[in-house]
């Protein structure tokens, strides 16, 4: 069974920065892509951010230029270093691998 364990969502002031870790576990991590979806209040759940098991990667044009999705393989573990936070990047942000859901992490930007 895959299960999904995302942290590191925080308050953080506009510009600043978060990096969000998704722990995967289950005999999976290597051999799929996954991807970070968000989802503000009142709004439909988007993908943020996708990355295949080869390292390829590929952002919503929103985030380009300011986040950064990466993966240790060896520690079942995807990331996403987050920059110049904004307002509007305020939402619960998730982690998905063969369509398993994590909890979700709140990130809420606001001076």
């Known amino acids: 069974q895959v299960r999904l364990v995302e942290s590191g969502g925080d308050l953080v002031q506009p510009g600043g920065s978060l990096r969000l870790s998704c722990a995967v576990s289950g005999n999976i991590f290597s051999y799929a892509g996954m991807a970070w979806y968000r989802q503000a209040p009142g709004k439909q759940r988007e993908l943020v951010a996708q990355?295949?098991?080869?390292?390829?990667?590929t952002y919503a044009d929103s985030v380009k230029g300011r986040f950064t999705i990466s993966r240790d393989n060896a520690k079942n573990t995807a990331y996403l270093q987050m920059n110049n936070l904004k307002p509007d990047d305020t939402a619960t942000y998730y982690c998905n691998i063969v369509n398993t859901w994590g909890q979700g992490t709140q990130v809420t930007v606001s001076s």
């Open positions: 990355i295949t098991r080869t390292g390829s990667t």
